[in-house]
């Protein structure tokens, strides 16, 4: 499904810059956070900061809900599940299938080795 | 899309393993993550050349997966794509390639998978996000049970 595709595009495009995963991983200590709050460790503008929680936002990996002035980012897992699943499906097959390619490529470099020294005995 | 890169060091020289990666005859022998068989393995390694894979998961399940062959150079690396053939809701076409190189105990194998439109990606991969990842599953993993397993649908 493309929509499917779309999602995963932007879970990773949003994991990709460092302020943004920095900001994610404080909203994992915490159950959510001003923007403020968000934007203190950085040498950033709240401005840039809420450009990030933007992007966040659109990719699903935050909800923000505002009380008076005051705008809380939260986590929201899902995407970031969808995204796992993915790299792991691939990762399991694969990580699975080259110790099973290992194996047998060994197996045929004994029988290799065994027919070359029986050659070499006649 | 994003990459996986995986290194095996396999005590079997490059042409051993590149045969095992393209003939019929080896593919059967280890496509697939557990013991189910393999019940397809079509190949015709040549640049333009199509191959087409199918085997049983030992939970009964069934997969298909085909490509096309972009580069075959023995016994040195082959580049093709791939992808899953009844996968709807999977991330397309993905480009497969594996690199041989001789070492001492005999070839070190070089896999990797990655996307088309991967650039971006797989920068981000480089500068560490996926251990960021593997911190927030650990997260989840928690929150899901301390919170129940309906908490993450």
Redesign the interface.
Known sequence: MVNHELQLDRTFAALVDPTRRAILARLEQQDGASVSDLARPFAIKLPAVMKHLDVLDRAGLITRSKVGRTVTARLRPEPMKAAMDWLRRYERFWTASLDRLAAYAETREAAARKAESEENDT | ??S?T?V?R????PA??F???ITPE?IS??????DGPVLLAETDPRVGGKYRCRFRMQDGGEYESFGEYLEVSPPERVVMTWRWADD?????E?LVTIELRPVAE??E?T?T?SGFQDE??R??HE?G?SG??D???R??AE?RVAKGADH??
Do not use: C
């Open positions: 899309m994003t996986l995986l095996r396999i005590a079997a020289r051993i393993v045969d095992a990666l080896g022998r280890w496509w697939g993550p557990d709807a809701e999977g991330p397309g993905m005999g070839t194998l896999f998978q971006p990606t920068l981000g500068r996000w960021s990842l911190k927030l599953e997260h989840f929150q993450v649908a």
